[in-house]
C-alpha cells in the first residue's frame, strides 16, 4: 500500500529557516498536503499542493515537490516559536483517501 | 462557512463502559467523514470513512464501531472500552475532492 514518510524531528533557532521533508511511495497521488498540529489540538492545513506544480509559497510558507523522486519539502522563512508543532505530509491516492506521515516535531529554540 | 464540531473535548471513562463521541458538520451537504486515531501524539490511523447515510467503511478491526444517522453528523462508540482504546480522536470531513478539514479532537482515557 502507499506510505508517507518523515524525519520525526527538527530543532531550529528563532529566525532560522526551517526544512520538513516528507518522501512518498504513490506515484498516483493528485495533491499534497502540509498540516500544522499544535498541543492538545486538531489538525490545521497549512498549504496544499497539485501534482503537476513544482513549487508553492504562501508567505513563509515555501511548498517544493519533486514528482520523480517522490519527495515534498516545506520550507518555514523566519521561524517563530509559535511555529512550534508537529507537522503532518499527507498525500491523496486512489478513491481520494489521504495517507498520511507519522509527524516531524518541529522544536524553535529562542 | 463550513464548521465542524466534535464533543466531549475530554473523556475519562472506566474500562468496560461504553462510549459516544458525536461529529456534526455544519455549512456544507453530502461531505465525506472520517474517523483518525492518534496516540500519543504521533501518526494519525484511519478508523472510519463515510461517503452517506447509513454507509461505513471499516479501516481496522476493532473494538469501535461507526454510525451515520443524519447526512452531517457522524458517531463513534463502544460498547465496552478498552484500555488500548485510550488516544486522541479527530473526526474531519471533505467535499469532492478540497483538502481534509479537522474537527479539535476528543482525547479518551480509559482508565
Known amino acids: 500500500g502507499e506510505d508517507v514518510e518523515q524525519s520525526l524531528f527538527l530543532s531550529v533557532r528563532e529566525g532560522d529557516s526551517s526544512v520538513i521533508n516528507c518522501t512518498y511511495t504513490?506515484?498516483?497521488?493528485?495533491?499534497l498536503y502540509w498540516y500544522k498540529q499544535e498541543p492538545g489540538a486538531g489538525l490545521q492545513l497549512l498549504t496544499y499542493?497539485?501534482?503537476?506544480?513544482d513549487m508553492k509559497q504562501d508567505q513563509r510558507l515555501t511548498v517544493l515537490l519533486n514528482k520523480k523522486d517522490k519527495h515534498l519539502s516545506l520550507r518555514i522563512a523566519d521561524t517563530q516559536t509559535g511555529d512550534s508543532a508537529i507537522y503532518f505530509c499527507?498525500?491523496?491516492?486512489?478513491?481520494?483517501?489521504?495517507?498520511f506521515g507519522g509527524g516531524t516535531r518541529l522544536m524553535v529554540k529562542p | 462557512s463550513q464548521t465542524i464540531h466534535q464533543w466531549p473535548a475530554t473523556l475519562v471513562q472506566p474500562v468496560g463502559s461504553p462510549l459516544s463521541l458525536e461529529c456534526t458538520v455544519e455549512?456544507?451537504?453530502?461531505?465525506?467523514l472520517y474517523w483518525y486515531r492518534q496516540a500519543a501524539g504521533r501518526g494519525l490511523q484511519l478508523l472510519f470513512y463515510?461517503?452517506?447515510?447509513?454507509?461505513i467503511s471499516s479501516e481496522v478491526p476493532q473494538n469501535l464501531s461507526a454510525s451515520r444517522p443524519q447526512d452531517r453528523q457522524f458517531i463513534l462508540s463502544s460498547k465496552k472500552l478498552l484500555l488500548s482504546d485510550s488516544g486522541f480522536y479527530l473526526c474531519?470531513?471533505?467535499?469532492?475532492?478540497?483538502?481534509?478539514?479537522f474537527g479539535n479532537g476528543t482525547r479518551l482515557t480509559v482508565t
Open positions: 455549512g456544507t451537504s453530502n461531505p465525506n
Open positions: 499542493i497539485f501534482s503537476n506544480m
Open positions: 474531519a470531513w471533505t467535499v469532492g475532492d478540497s483538502p481534509l478539514h
Open positions: 504513490d506515484s498516483s497521488s493528485t495533491y
Open positions: 463515510s461517503v452517506g447515510i447509513g454507509q
Open positions: 499527507a498525500e491523496m491516492g486512489a478513491g481520494n483517501m489521504l495517507t
